[in-house]
């Protein structure tokens, strides 16, 4: 099963756009990325998956390389609501969602 | 209703005693998945069920640990004997199949004193 890298942490200039990277070498073929916010006090929130090609929603966008082993969570106009921590997960084969341990993403005034 | 419920929102129970933590999926969702989040940790699963049957239970950390799910509703999540260690938010997800993302519930914190 694929695992994920992120960076612990990172900070954003409210109303910049706030680009959070994953690493996923080991993907397979049919392996989707999912991204999910979590914060705090509150459950997880879904925010966009994708298998291969760039996705985009009306929270935030998703760019996959071209050989699917990593991608960026773009969030185009970030404001204080989104800090969070922000997961980047691939989905394993029996479907389960394993959490890492995520980016702290904080945006600042 | 709209979203994942989750009962009780809190519960603070004596250590050995025996706690049932309730999820209602959202109608229709045939995946339902169980979590534990300890204070400033990550998410871990514990359990998946497919509609009533459970294919993966490979989280649950002991024995004590035990979940059931009524068909394709309501699944409830039992800590016998529980300890200290249990304390924790317990989160529940359910999705329409298990390839969609999931919906998570608001949790129930659990305090063993």
């Known amino acids: 099963d694929a695992k994920t890298t992120q960076p612990p942490s990172m900070d954003c200039a409210e109303g910049r756009a706030a680009n959070l990277p994953c690493n996923h070498s080991?993907?397979?073929?049919?392996?989707?990325v999912y991204w999910y916010r979590q914060i705090h006090s509150q459950g997880p929130q879904y925010i966009i998956h994708?298998?291969?090609n760039n996705e985009t929603n009306e929270m935030a966008s998703l760019i996959i390389t071209e050989d699917r082993k990593s991608s960026t969570l773009i969030l185009p106009h970030a404001t204080l609501r989104d800090t969070a921590v922000y997961y980047c997960?691939?989905?394993?084969?029996?479907?389960?969602?394993?959490f890492g341990q995520g980016t702290e993403l904080s945006v600042k005034p | 209703g709209a979203g994942v419920s989750q009962s009780p929102s809190n519960k603070v129970t004596e250590k050995g005693k025996d706690v049932e933590l309730r999820c209602d999926p959202i109608?229709?969702?045939?995946?339902l998945y169980w979590y534990r989040q300890r204070l400033g940790q990550g998410l871990e699963f514990l359990i998946y069920?497919?509609?009533?049957?459970?294919?993966?239970k490979s989280g649950l950390p002991s024995d004590r640990f035990s979940a059931e799910r009524t068909g394709e509703s309501v699944s409830t999540l039992t800590i016998q004997r529980t300890q200290q260690e249990d304390s924790a938010v317990y989160l529940c997800?359910?999705?329409?199949?298990?390839?969609?993302?999931?919906?998570f519930g608001s949790g129930t914190r659990l305090t063993v004193v």
């Open positions: 997800a359910s999705s329409p199949d298990s390839y969609y993302g999931y919906t």
């Open positions: 080991t993907i397979s073929g049919n392996e989707y």
């Open positions: 994708g298998l291969k």
């Open positions: 997960i691939v989905r394993d084969r029996s479907g389960k969602l394993i």
């Open positions: 109608s229709g969702h045939t995946a």
């Open positions: 069920f497919q509609g009533n049957s459970a294919p993966d």
